[in-house]
């Protein structure tokens, strides 16, 4: 009967002993998801982080694209004025050439009067 009632005890210490295991595996896979959770919780700030930074470049990029524009349509109206301006200057470069002309017969005419 000793004999029976030891055979009941070691598989009750058994049980007993696995059951610890368990719940101390238990607790274990608890602590290893909420380390999970953690490192979810931080990988999503830093995500969150990233994509608020993400809109403030494109925000940026968006602006220096606008005073690009902005400069190349400065440059077209520089381009435009310049290009008046050297057909201003041709255009008094050919009115000088006939002044001179003008200048030359004059002087010859002048020449011809003897007083």
Known sequence: ???????????TNNALNSMNDGVKEIEEGVLTI??????????????NESSVKDREIA?????LVKMSDGIVRVMENISSV??????S??????????FTKIAEFLHGQICTFKV
């Open 89 to 98: 200057l041709e255009e008094i470069n050919v009115s000088f050439s006939s």
């Open 34 to 47: 909420e380390n999970l959770n953690n490192a979810l919780e931080k990988i999503m700030s830093v995500v």
């Open 59 to 63: 925000k940026e990029v968006d602006g």
């Open 82 to 87: 310049t290009e008046e301006q050297t057909a």
């Open 1 to 11: 009967m000793k004999t029976c009632k030891l055979k009941n005890q070691n598989k």
